[in-house]
């Protein structure tokens, strides 16, 4: 049986390329996007490259909070449960922005946004555990998370804006959430993270073009991280397996305070306060 895959910002760069390596390994890959016409698109970019592939395409926008409720009640809808979420998407805006319901953009998307739709498609989750005996998260981190700080007086914007600052917080909040993650899901499920290596990306779209140009010197091609990805989505080797933090280059530095297990605590619980939702009990 095919398993059942949502992946973020899964329209370009290394989503794209996850998407397709998916696809090839015969899963059902359903891209939560954004923009819908690059969805469509890369939709039929899959297709073409796998005749017979299961891709379909959702809605979401994870800077509204509200959107993300609608994606889960649209893909409910049509799936009786999942087997594996990447949170793959992300931003790196050069000027500061705000998401829907006012925090800076880089930590109510790239981090708030994942932590929600994790918590809200974790009932799908569980119901793939009884039918397959496992379901799968995968949170895409990076070495720059060593960057990061977690200061609460930045969530709702910063007096002046960093973008190097914001894009190392809400990626140090990936890690920390899937190290919170796996000591308090429901038994089958697991929890990676992984840095995808210095990938040559769309991410980078915002910088100036002299300066992208001398980094796609130094940049591996999406399709490398992309196996990775969809290893610690499929393979069996990784079955049972949580907690982790892997990477396609090396070295792979984690900082203190992704690894400290009171500023993992103090994060998830100031981040269920703030999406309104309760948090899930540590498992003793």
Not at 31 to 40: E, F, G, H, M, S
Not at 95 to 112: C, I
Request: glycine share 8%; charged share 20%; hydrophobic share 45%.
């Amino acid at each position: 049986m095919s398993k059942t895959v949502v992946i973020t910002g899964g329209n370009s760069g290394i989503g794209l390329a996850t998407a397709h390596e998916l696809a090839r390994r015969g899963a059902r890959v359903c891209l939560a996007c954004r923009d819908q016409a690059k969805a469509q698109a890369a939709r039929t970019e899959i297709l073409a490259a796998v005749p017979g592939a299961q891709v379909e395409v959702y809605q979401l926008d994870l800077a509204s909070f509200d959107a993300i409720r609608r994606f889960v009640a649209s893909f409910s809808a049509a799936h009786d449960s999942l087997d594996v979420l990447i949170n793959n998407a992300g931003a790196v805006p050069l000027k500061q922005q705000k998401s829907a319901e006012g925090f800076e953009l880089q930590f109510g998307a790239n981090y708030l946004g994942p932590v929600l739709l994790t918590h809200l498609l974790l009932p799908l989750m569980e119901k793939a555990v009884t039918v397959d005996g496992e379901a799968r998260i995968v949170h895409l981190a990076s070495i720059a998370h060593n960057l990061g700080r977690i200061d609460p007086a930045t969530f709702r914007g910063r007096a002046r804006y960093n973008p190097l600052a914001a894009y190392a917080q809400s990626k140090l909040g990936n890690l920390m959430f899937s190290n919170a993650l796996a000591s308090r899901l429901p038994a089958g499920i697991t929890t990676q993270a992984l840095h995808p290596g210095g990938v040559d990306s769309p991410i980078y779209r915002e910088l100036p073009r002299a300066v992208y140009a001398v980094m796609r010197l130094f940049l591996i091609s999406p399709q490398r991280a992309a196996r990775l990805i969809a290893d610690l989505s499929l393979a069996p080797h990784w079955k049972g397996k949580s907690g982790g933090y892997e990477t396609v280059q090396w070295p792979k530095p984690v900082s203190r305070h992704a690894r400290s297990r009171q500023e993992q605590e103090a994060l998830y619980d100031t981040s269920c306060k703030l999406l309104g939702i309760p948090p899930l009990a540590a498992r003793r």
